[in-house]
């Protein structure tokens, strides 16, 4: 009996051991930065400090933005927002999470909050699965959290009677994070948050990586969809 109950143990961790190296393969296979970001951002030139991309601006406002990369998503595939968001006036962090999987590290904000003690106010939110990741943090969050904001996401719990600033940008045609999908998850925010629609907009243009598997056609160009979320975005601060 003792001899099957090792056994039956040793088969169990086996397969824990090999959904583990798999899922560490898996996620070794990233999507990178598209062409049309090369062509639009050194990434040579871009700053990094000990948590991962940081642009700063030539007139700071004060505030800062951290954004969460989707899953399997190189933070790099961001600098394009990163770079423009900065030119506002903010500071703005692109976090590397642990394996590029957002949910694997929600806490990373604190360590940007902490060191940038210049920042008065930041803003946290990230694309797709990095935004599920924000709503994580923001359940538990550093008293200089002023805002929550998605890009193709939605929080993973009701935040109906919080009382934090929140945001949500989604595109018109995005094929995983659906209008659906975002309309049905509008009783997890407070009844001020806003939502905008990015018309003709789909998922994979809240970064700059190419095309994405299960997502629908965009029929506006990526910079044209990132433009609009910087504006977005920056008008909500603004007002919050």
């Given at each position: ?13 086996a ?33 990094r ?14 505030k ?20 423009s968001?900065s ?25 940007v ?10 803003f ?12 994580f943090?923001?359940?538990?969050p550093s008293?200089k ?15 109906s ?13 995005d ?12 009783k ?5 948050s806003?939502?905008?629609?990015i ?9 700059l ?5 299960g ?19 920056t ?6």
């Open positions: 009996m003792k001899k099957w109950l090792v056994r039956i143990g040793l088969g169990v961790f397969l824990l051991a090999i959904a583990i190296i798999s899922f560490v393969i898996y996620a070794q296979f990233d999507n990178g930065p598209s062409a049309v970001l090369t062509e639009n951002v050194d990434l040579s030139a871009i700053d400090d000990e948590e991962g991309l940081i642009f700063q601006p030539e007139s700071p406002n004060g800062g933005i951290i954004l969460y990369q989707g899953a399997k998503v190189k933070k790099e595939a961001y600098a394009y927002l990163g770079q968001l030119e506002e006036g903010f500071v703005v962090s692109i976090p590397q999470l642990p394996l590029n999987f957002g949910i694997l590290g929600s806490r990373k904000a604190d360590a909050i902490e060191e940038h003690p210049e920042v008065e106010e930041w946290l939110g990230g694309h797709s699965l990095g935004g599920v990741a924000a709503s943090y923001a359940e538990d008293p959290l002023a805002g929550l904001y998605f890009l193709g996401a939605y929080p993973a719990g009701d935040f009677a919080s009382d934090l600033p929140m945001l949500s940008i989604y595109g018109e045609l094929g995983l994070s659906t209008v659906e999908d975002i309309e049905e998850s509008r997890l925010f407070p009844d001020d806003v939502l905008v629609e018309e003709g907009g789909n998922h994979a243009q809240f970064g990586y190419g095309e994405q598997k997502d629908n056609t965009a029929e506006i160009t990526p910079l044209e969809q990132q433009d609009q979320v910087v504006e977005i975005l008008q909500w601060i603004k007002e919050n």
